[in-house]
């Protein structure tokens, strides 16, 4: 009797040793498969940043810019248009000393300063 019940339970251990082998192989291949899944989505991924550098590399260009501008209807800034603030002039500094002591930073406006024709 205690013969039997030694060969059952070392039967029954064989069987779920066996057992065991079969769904860890199991999980194994799945677990590979998957894996495989990401290493392609990773390469996909870092191809698409390969891609966004190359564009964002183009479109940093002045050149791209310009045309890009000029498609859409702009026009190149004139130099008789641009007013230059020289920080060593005394009526410009005095100007954004009274307006920054005057408004908050969200009210912040700077009018049009002077031109020497208005004067």
């Known amino acids: 009797m205690l013969m039997r019940f030694i060969v059952f339970f070392l039967g029954l251990a064989i ?7 079969v769904w860890t192989q199991y999980r194994s291949r799945s677990l590979f498969f998957d894996l495989e899944v990401e290493r392609q989505k990773s390469q996909s991924l870092q191809f698409d940043i390969l891609r966004y550098k190359t564009e964002l590399s183009k ?4 050149s791209f810019i310009a045309s890009s501008a000029h ?3 702009l026009v190149s800034i004139a130099s008789t248009n641009t007013q230059f603030i020289h920080f060593g002039d005394s009526e410009a500094l005095r100007l954004v000393n ?3 002591a005057k408004n908050t930073d969200s009210e912040m406006a700077i009018p049009e300063l002077p031109t020497k024709e208005s004067k």
């Open 15 to 21: 069987f779920l040793s066996a057992l065991c082998v």
């Open 71 to 73: 498609s859409l209807g």
């Open 59 to 62: 479109w940093s260009q002045p």
């Open 98 to 100: 009274h307006y920054s």
